[in-house]
């Protein structure tokens, strides 16, 4: 079992930068699809973004793409999601979240059963 702690959010002014960490303790960590996910108040949970086993594929969401980059760091159990030119609609809580050991996984929410606690993003326009 993996568990998932995440960090570095903050208020940021739009067109501001942030940079989010998921920290993971598991002795496996290159066995899991980590991905992003973000709820913002009144709003269901959706997926930002994913980064697999070895970090050589990556997929977005639409309302993300060409800002945000995912990426992992194997050797420190991290993976990190940089987003540039934030908007006050990227206002949310974000969180971090792995499938089952050894499966893939895509945009569902469902598809993942480990999540971190999440950290708040406040974009001021």
């Known amino acids: 079992q993996v568990q998932l702690v995440e960090s570095g959010g903050g208020l940021v002014q739009a067109g501001g930068s942030l940079r989010l960490s998921c920290a993971a303790s598991?002795?496996?960590?290159?066995?899991?699809?980590i991905a992003w996910f973000r709820q913002a108040p009144g709003k269901e949970r959706e997926f930002v973004a994913a980064v697999t086993w070895s970090g050589d594929s990556t997929h977005y969401a639409d309302s993300v793409k060409g800002r945000f980059t995912i990426t992992r760091d194997n050797t420190k159990n991290t993976v990190y999601l940089q987003m540039n030119s934030l908007k006050p609609e990227d206002a949310a809580v974000y969180y971090c979240?792995?499938?089952?050991?050894?499966?893939?996984?895509?945009?569902?929410?469902?598809?993942?059963?480990?999540w971190g606690q999440g950290t708040q993003v406040t974009v001021s326009s």
């Open positions: 979240a792995a499938p089952p050991s050894g499966r893939p996984a895509g945009i569902g929410r469902d598809e993942y059963d480990t």
């Open positions: 598991t002795r496996t960590f290159t066995s899991y699809i």
